[in-house]
């Protein structure tokens, strides 16, 4: 009976189901529990990048320096468009700098325009009162007191002395340098200076040889003879002037001298002095 026993015990431990792991080696049992700590790691931490293959993002070397002469090309480009911004920029304010100048300088030009305008009529009117107070300062000499007194020589012959006066009839006075007489055909004439004050004369003596019957007529009637004159003075602005006189004499005891211009009466000025 013990002998039965014993072997349906062995039976039925036999035919129980052994549990999972039980009776396995270890090695097993640890491959079988990786997946549930695989999968409980990957629940338990965050999930983390994959790793990146650094041999994969470094470029090439031939990229490498195409990028580096793209980046320099870039770089030039980009210097060189701020270099020419810069010239506009410049040329610009040169623009407007000139448009300044050239309004600056029309305004100068108005100026100096302006300037030679007043500077004209200034000269002009300058000039107007020179010749006004040259026409003041002005002188001119006249010839008066004329008369004739007959005279007679040891040898018998008559004379006609002819005296007048070179006269100064303005209120400066000038220096008589010479006088030039021409009574018929017979000259005389003076050349030393004397000087005239105002309102004040030179008497001139030119004697004129006559006949007998000449004196007579001047008795009794008058004696015609032409008469040219020349009157030579420095006026007070130290100027050299010649004053002509040309014209008639009637001489006679009755009524003296009288000189009669040939286109009558008045003051003459030389011609050199009208070009003048």
Known sequence: MRCLIVPALAIGIW?????????????????????AKAEDAAKTKKPQNPPTNKAALTPPAGNQNEGANQQQSDQELKTAEDQKNQEIAIERKL???????????????????????????????????????????????????????????EDGTIMLNVQFHVINPTNLPFTLIAVLTEIGDQRNGINRKNLIPPKKGYPVVTPIKITEEQRLKWEQDKIPFPVSIIARYEDVLEKVRDQPFNGWIMCSQTNGVIFIPPYGGGQYIAEADIDN
């Open 15 to 35: 035919s129980q189901p052994v549990p999972q792991g039980l009776g396995q080696p270890e090695k097993c049992v640890a491959q079988t529990d990786r997946p």
């Open 95 to 153: 623009v407007t700098y000139t448009k300044w100048l050239v309004v600056v300088g029309a305004i100068q030009f108005a100026a100096l325009v302006g300037q030679a305008v007043v500077f004209f009529f200034t000269l002009r009117t300058i000039s107007h009162q020179t010749k006004l107070q040259g026409i003041a300062l002005r002188q001119w000499v006249d010839i008066e007191k004329w008369r004739a007194t007959p005279s007679w020589k």
